[in-house]
């Protein structure tokens, strides 16, 4: 006798996830209309506040510039919507996580959640270290070493750019602790072979930082030292939560 076939039930959950999934993604996207919609009014303000690092270290004639004749419309709109994803992030990533939770272990769930937490608070400490830090030393560096009788005269759209790479490439980099974390969970890689690379990192780290920073010295310094220091707390943390029995 033949016995019943399971594939209305696999097309059945298959059903269910797919409606679920659009749920999450629905969610996620009224969350971000409605921090867009409320940044919107605040646009101009936005990116005042984001130019001041430039406009502090200008010497005198030095301004920001509109080469394009929408330029001052899209500019600040533009960085509305950058800065809805920074904010929303929290938001959509509670709505992967409420998808995906229902499938994993105990034990996955209590090693994802830390580690989710712990990446997006480290990509805004990146982000806050870029903006506080690293962009200030840089327009320093490069008022200072300008040539003699040369106004500097950055157009908006280019400087938004230009920050949102440092921002994206520092936040990115702050995620390294977690990264290893995830390579020794994963059993890829074990702390003390992370130690033993330790020379092999570093170095890597220094190359790394000098082909995704502007070509001075200061920022790549500034982000390669940070990365070094978490690398090495990224070993500490993968000792602790790694398995006794490995």
Known sequence: MTSASP?????SSLIEHLLELRTRLMW?????VVVLLALLPFANRL??????PL????PAGGQLIAVEVASPFFTPIKLAFFATLLVSAPWLLYQAWSFVAPGLYRREKRLAMPLLVSAVALFYIGCAFAF???LPSVFGFLAAIKPEGVAIMTDINAYLDFVLVIFLA????FELPVALVILVLLGWVTPA???????????GIFVLAAIITPPDVISQLLLAIPMCLLYEAGILVAKLVVPKDE
């Open 7 to 11: 594939e209305p039930e696999t097309e």
């Open 28 to 32: 996620a996207l009224a969350g971000m």
């Open 47 to 52: 990116y005042a506040w984001l130019a001041a």
């Open 55 to 58: 406009l502090d270290k200008l």
């Open 132 to 134: 506080f830090v690293v």
């Open 170 to 173: 520092f936040g990115v980099s």
């Open 193 to 203: 072979q992370l130690r033993a690379g330790r020379g092999y990192a570093v170095v």
